[in-house]
C-alpha cells in the first residue's frame, strides 16, 4: 500500500503577526514554525495505516522554502517513510487551485492508495487543497474525519458535521480523506526516531517542474480586523486584577450574591 | 449579478445558513435562485426559483450526485457567483463544484467590499482581502457573518431536479453525540477552559472557580480533544451552543468555532496571556494573566 500525506508548515497561531512589505501576506521573520496542526493528525493516521496493512509506506510532501523540511523531518520521526519536498520561496502567494495542482501533478504518477492531509491550514484556512487534488486525480474524497477504520478492502470513516453529530461514510481506496482535529492521538516523536529520521530520504523539487497553471484567486491586501467589540482590557498585579474584576463582576452582572 | 444559493437541509430541516447565503445575496443585491437537495415538506423560505432534488433519492451525503445536479443548474442560471455556508455540507461541495466549473473558490467570506471579498486568516488575528480571477466564483461564508434583517418569509417557486442513486462514497447513517451528563445550555454561569490551561491538572482550577460562582465548567474543543473533558462539556459549533449571564473563557485563543458557540452570552470575561487572542473581540473584560496565577487567586478572593 502506497500512502501520501500532505503537509504544511505554517506559524504558531500566538504569534504576534507583522505584515510583508507588499502587504499581501504575514512577514515571515521571527516567527516559531510548525507543522499546520490538521496535519499532524493526517500523519499520525497515515502512520497507523502503514502499520496496521504491514506492507505499506508513507510519503510525506510539503511545498515550500527550505524551512519547510523542519515539519518534513518531524513527520518523518514520527515514522513517515521518506519525504518530498517541493522547493516554492513563493508558496504563500499560491492560491489553493495551484497548490494542488502541483501535488497532483507529482501524485498522479505515484498511484498512492489512499492520501491524507488537514482538512485545512491554520494560517489561510480555504479548506479546497485536499478535495481540489482528489478532483485533479479523479479520487473519491472525504473531508472532517474524526474516525477511520480499515478492514482491508474498504474504509469506514466519520465526518464531523455540526452539533457533534457525526455521519458515518464507507468507500474504497484510492480515495483521498482530510483529517480534522481529534481523528487521532498524534504520536511525539522520541530522540531515537528523530536522530533515524535525518538518515530518511528527503528530496526537493522545483515548483517549476510541477506548477503549470495560474491562480484562480488573488490577494489583494492582507490587513489587521478592525477591532469592533474591543473590551476593557486588564493588566498588571494578580492580587489587583482579583479586586478590579470582582468590583466589575458586581457592577455589571447580577452573578455575584 | 445573478447568485446561486445553495440551501441545507439535515434530517428534514433546513439549516439557518441557508438564509445566511440569501442575506448575502440582498447585501450585494444580486438576483438569487436557490438549490437544495432536500424535500418539499421542508421548503426554505424564499421569494423566488428554487431547483429541489429529492433527498430520498439523491442520499444526504452524496457529494457526487449533489455536485451533478448542481452543474445542472448552473447551466441554467449562469450565475456569476454561487454561493454556499462554510459548513460541513459547503466546505465540503464547494471545491468540487470550483474544480468542475474551473472557478476560483473564496472561502470563509466575512465581509464584501467592492469587487473584494473578505475572509479570515491565522485564527482570525488577520484578514485577506482577494479578487477571483474567474467568470464564474464559488463562495463560502462564515457562520453568523451575514444575517437577514427579519424573519425569513416568502414561498419559492419549485423546480424539480431527478437525482439518481448510486455513488461512489456510501453513506451509513448517523451518529449521535453521547447525551447525558451536564446540560451547559441551561447553565447561567460557564467557566470554560481552553488549551491555555497548559495541561489536565490544571483543569481543576477552572472547575473550582465554576465553583465558586455558582456555575458549571465547559471546555473547547482541544481540552475536548485531548481528552481532559467529556464532550458534554463541549462549547462551539461542534459542541454546545450556550448563553450564559456569565461567561469565562480561560486560555480560549477564540477560534471561530468556539465564539459561534457563546457569542450571545450577557457577560464574557476573557482571561488570556495573549492580548492579542481573537477572544478578545467578544470580551467585555480581558484580563491578561497567567491562569496558574490568577484563577487561584480570583477563587479565593470570592469565597471570602
Known amino acids: 500500500m502506497k500512502i501520501l500525506v500532505c503537509i504544511k508548515q505554517v506559524p504558531d497561531m500566538e504569534s504576534r503577526f507583522k505584515l510583508n512589505a507588499a502587504g499581501t501576506w504575514y512577514s515571515d521573520q521571527d516567527l516559531a514554525w510548525r507543522m499546520n496542526e490538521y496535519d499532524e493528525f493526517a500523519v ?35 515514522g513517515a517513510d521518506r519525504g518530498v519536498h517541493i522547493q516554492d520561496d513563493a508558496s504563500y502567494g499560491k492560491d489553493p487551485y495551484q497548490i494542488a495542482s502541483a501535488i497532483a501533478a507529482y501524485a498522479g504518477e505515484q498511484n498512492f492508495d489512499v492520501i491524507f492531509t488537514g482538512m485545512q491550514s491554520q494560517d489561510r484556512g480555504s479548506a479546497q487543497v485536499g478535495l481540489l487534488l482528489a478532483g485533479m486525480l479523479g479520487l473519491p474524497a472525504v473531508t472532517t474525519i474524526v474516525g477511520f477504520e480499515y478492514d482491508g478492502s474498504q474504509a469506514t470513516v466519520r465526518r464531523e458535521l455540526e452539533g457533534g453529530l457525526k455521519s458515518v461514510v464507507k468507500l474504497s481506496f484510492p480515495a483521498v480523506l482530510t483529517c480534522q482535529l481529534g481523528l487521532n492521538t498524534p504520536r511525539y516523536p522520541t530522540l531515537p526516531n528523530i536522530m533515524k529520521a535525518k538518515k530518511k530520504e528527503l528530496v526537493s523539487l522545483p515548483i517549476a517542474d510541477l506548477l503549470k497553471v495560474e491562480a484562480l484567486v488573488t490577494t489583494a491586501a492582507t490587513r489587521f480586523p478592525e477591532r469592533k467589540g474591543g473590551g476593557l482590557i486588564l493588566e498588571g498585579d494578580v492580587g489587583e486584577l482579583t479586586e478590579k474584576l470582582v468590583a466589575i463582576l458586581k457592577e455589571k452582572t447580577t452573578v455575584l450574591k | 449579478m445573478k447568485a446561486l444559493l445553495i440551501a441545507e437541509s439535515r434530517q428534514g430541516k433546513i439549516l439557518p445558513g441557508s438564509y445566511e447565503t440569501l442575506a448575502f445575496a440582498n447585501k450585494i443585491g444580486a438576483e438569487a435562485a436557490m438549490f437544495l437537495v432536500g424535500s418539499e415538506d421542508a421548503l426554505p423560505k424564499f421569494d423566488g426559483r ?62 464584501c467590499e467592492g469587487d473584494t471579498l473578505v475572509v479570515p486568516a491565522c485564527n482570525s488575528k488577520l484578514q485577506r482581502v482577494v479578487r477571483a480571477q474567474s467568470g464564474v466564483t464559488v463562495v463560502t461564508l462564515q457562520s453568523g457573518a451575514f444575517s437577514l434583517a427579519g424573519e425569513p418569509a416568502g414561498t419559492p417557486t419549485v423546480e424539480k431536479l431527478a437525482a439518481q442513486a448510486g455513488a461512489k462514497l456510501e453513506f451509513a447513517g448517523y451518529e449521535e453525540a453521547e447525551k447525558g451528563g451536564v446540560d451547559l445550555s441551561k447553565a447561567e454561569i460557564i467557566v470554560s477552559a481552553g488549551r491555555g490551561i497548559g495541561k489536565p491538572e490544571n483543569l481543576v482550577m477552572v472547575e473550582a472557580l465554576a465553583k465558586a460562582l455558582g456555575g458549571e465548567y465547559g471546555a473547547s474543543r482541544p481540552v475536548v480533544d485531548s481528552g481532559w473533558a467529556e464532550h458534554n462539556r463541549q462549547v462551539g459549533s461542534t459542541g454546545q451552543t450556550v448563553a450564559p449571564k456569565l461567561y469565562v473563557a480561560c486560555g480560549i485563543s477564540g477560534a471561530i468555532q468556539h465564539l459561534a458557540g457563546m457569542k450571545k452570552s450577557d457577560f464574557v470575561i476573557a482571561i488570556n496571556t495573549d492580548r492579542d487572542a481573537p477572544i478578545g473581540e467578544v470580551a467585555d473584560v480581558l484580563v491578561v494573566a497567567d491562569l496558574k496565577q490568577f484563577l487561584p487567586a480570583l477563587t479565593d478572593r470570592l469565597q471570602k
Not at chain 1, 56 to 61: G, H, N, P, S, W
Not at chain 2, 78 to 107: E, F, I, K, M, N
Request: hydrophobic letters at 50%; charged letters at 25%.
Open chain 1, 44 to 78: 499520525e493516521q497515515a502512520i497507523q495505516l502503514r502499520e496496521q496493512a504491514g506492507d505499506a509506506e508513507v510519503v510525506v510532501l510539503s511545498i515550500g522554502p527550505d524551512r519547510v523540511k523542519e515539519a518534513m523531518k518531524k513527520a518523518l520521526a514520527m
Open chain 2, 50 to 111: 428554487l431547483y429541489l432534488a429529492d433527498v430520498a433519492a439523491a442520499g444526504e451525503y452524496n457529494p457526487d450526485e449533489h455536485l451533478r445536479l448542481l452543474l445542472e443548474v448552473v447551466a441554467k442560471e449562469s450565475p456569476q457567483l454561487v454561493v454556499l455556508s462554510h459548513s460541513s455540507y459547503g466546505w465540503d461541495l464547494a471545491p468540487r463544484l470550483a474544480l468542475a466549473l474551473q472557478a476560483g473558490q473564496v472561502s470563509e467570506v466575512v465581509a
